[in-house]
């Protein structure tokens, strides 16, 4: 299957700091890439949608200013989490899909592949 | 009441055992159901999907989708401690973006 990492896996960082964070798709081009944050035994929760070359688009409560995404290429998007306090600190995932939202066909499914995630911890 | 339920366990087995893990929702207008599987730590990996009501088999796993009842059942045979992960249910509407909604996730625990 298709493999998407993030980097890093894990940062620790002082409040009021800034934290980058990279997702990569390997071997595809991603038209679409979504950001995750998943906080302990609780879902998935989507934060935004980009697609490449374009502004993101955020899901409601998501401060568009504070979660700063850059979808730069096919096959690089970005998260920064401006002046982070400790209740950002969760596991931040995203994942990342080939072309538009439709199914291929009556069957088929177009699937996002997920990244492994970044744990951030907020000091 | 959240779109779509999923008890967090954590559910406990023996080796071998069927394992049944469960969702509910309540957008009738949902159309695809996928199972995720996460372990500690890791990004959630598809398991197998279902487009509209019925059942799916992949090897020890079946999934089935009760949309009358708005329900959806994964099924794991012959449980084995590498089993052991959080599945998460997801589903998604027939039309417009495809992102899909995600339960909350069963914890599962297959113990030798």
């Known amino acids: 299957g298709a493999v998407v990492s993030q980097h890093p896996s894990w940062v620790i960082c002082k409040s009021g700091t800034s934290v980058k964070i990279e997702c990569r798709s390997l071997?595809?081009?991603?038209?679409?890439m979504f950001w995750y944050r998943q906080f302990p035994k609780q879902s998935l929760m989507l934060m935004a949608t980009?697609?490449?070359?374009?502004?993101?688009?955020?899901e409601q409560g998501v401060e568009k200013d504070k979660f700063l995404i850059n979808h730069a290429s096919l096959t690089l998007s970005t998260l920064t989490v401006t002046s982070a306090h400790p209740e950002d600190s969760s596991f931040y995932i995203c994942?990342?899909?080939?072309?538009?939202?439709?199914?291929?066909?009556?069957?088929?499914?177009?699937?996002?592949?997920f990244g492994p995630g970044t744990r951030l911890t907020v000091l | 009441q959240k779109e779509v339920e999923q008890d967090p366990g954590p559910l406990s087995v023996p080796e071998g055992a069927i394992v049944s893990l469960n969702c509910t929702y309540s957008n009738s207008a949902f159309q695809y159901f996928m199972w995720y599987r996460q372990y500690s730590r890791k990004g959630p990996e598809l398991l197998m999907y279902t487009y509209s009501s019925g059942n799916k088999e992949d090897g020890r796993f079946t999934a089935q989708v009760d949309k009358s009842s708005k329900y959806i059942s994964l099924f794991i045979r012959d449980s084995q401690p590498s089993d052991s992960a959080t599945y998460l249910c997801a589903m998604t509407l027939s039309g417009g973006s495809y992102i899909p909604t995600f339960g909350r996730g069963t914890s599962l625990i297959v113990h030798p």
């Open positions: 980009s697609n490449e070359g374009s502004k993101a688009t955020y």
């Open positions: 994942s990342a899909r080939v072309g538009g939202g439709g199914p291929h066909g009556t069957s088929g499914y177009n699937e996002q592949f």
């Open positions: 071997d595809f081009q991603a038209t679409t």
